[in-house]
């Protein structure tokens, strides 16, 4: 999608990069605040005082996620459906591991989360080889990975490669110092970048949840799911609030804002 249509001051459809057009009386945009505003409003409405008060929030943290696979039962590793949050320092103001391509030291990593989804999973079979997933996440600066962001994926460099490969030995080291029975299960393991997110999601600088969580962002009146613009709705995390809780909401709140009283009686039979 290239650009929501306005006619007459309403949203009225999108428009393809192809130049072909779509018409609905209701656009929802969950793709966040800031990349709805900057991307996707004809550039003549993006000098409106409500969209420059969104465009001038800050993006939430990027991040680095280790995607994990193992094989044996780590239950006995001690980890369970509980997500884990290891930390390396009492400052709560620190947040962001000062990575670069020059300096990768895993114990200058403020925090590192954990979770085990297919312990999550009430349906997952884990089969005779008793197959897990896991996921280790921790932030990083946005801008050191800026840079690769125009580069092909799968295809940013050798440098890319080995920076990649470096952060994903140092988090596996800070992991396995934390659950060290884990090691031994190791089967398989991967590391996506801010860039990453950046490709497949699109998302302002890398952010992992929107805009960043600040009394700015919060008293921010435009962020709800009804815009200044009769037929343009938010969802999403930018709607209502961060996390996965509030994406859910937000999408909740964009459905009842588009049909209010279908989605109420929906409400009302299956929810209350």
């Known amino acids: 999608m290239r650009e929501v249509v306005i006619a007459h001051g309403r949203a009225v459809g999108v428009k393809l990069a192809d ?5 609905a009386k ?3 945009s969950a793709i966040g605040a800031h990349a709805t505003v900057s991307k996707l409003l004809p550039e003549s409405m993006r000098s409106a005082k409500w969209a420059q008060e969104i465009m ?3 993006p939430g943290p990027a991040h680095v996620c280790l995607y994990l696979g193992f094989k044996g039962d780590i239950r006995e590793a001690g ?17 962001a591991w000062q ?5 990768i030291n895993g114990d200058k ?13 009430k349906a997952h079979q884990p089969g005779p080889d008793q197959k897990h997933t896991g996921e280790a996440v921790t ?14 994926w799968m295809r940013r460099g050798d440098d890319y490669d080995s920076f990649k490969n470096r952060m994903q030995e140092a988090m596996l080291e800070q992991l396995f110092l934390r659950l060290p029975k884990l090691e031994s299960m190791l089967d398989y393991a991967e590391l996506s970048t801010p860039v990453s997110t950046d490709y497949f999601m ?7 949840y929107g805009l960043e969580s600040t009394p700015e962002r919060f008293n921010c009146r435009w962020l709800r799911a009804r815009t200044p613009i009769p037929g343009l709705l938010f969802a999403g995390v930018d709607a209502i609030g961060t996390g996965i809780a509030g994406g859910a909401i937000g999408g909740a709140f964009a459905s009842i804002a588009a049909e209010p009283f279908p989605v109420a009686r929906w409400l009302y039979s299956n929810v209350f």
């Open 139 to 152: 932030f990083v600066p946005w801008e050191t990975f800026s840079k690769w962001r125009d580069k092909k």
């Open 109 to 121: 990593m403020p925090v590192l989360y954990v979770s085990f989804p297919s312990l999550k999973d």
């Open 26 to 28: 209701t656009i929802i």
């Open 56 to 58: 001038q929030l800050r």
């Open 79 to 95: 980890v369970g459906p509980n997500n884990l949050w290891f930390y390396n320092t009492w400052d709560s103001e620190e947040n």
């Open 99 to 103: 990575v670069s391509p020059d300096a």
């Open 19 to 23: 130049g072909e057009e779509i018409r």
């Open 202 to 208: 699109r998302s302002f600088s890398g952010s992992i």
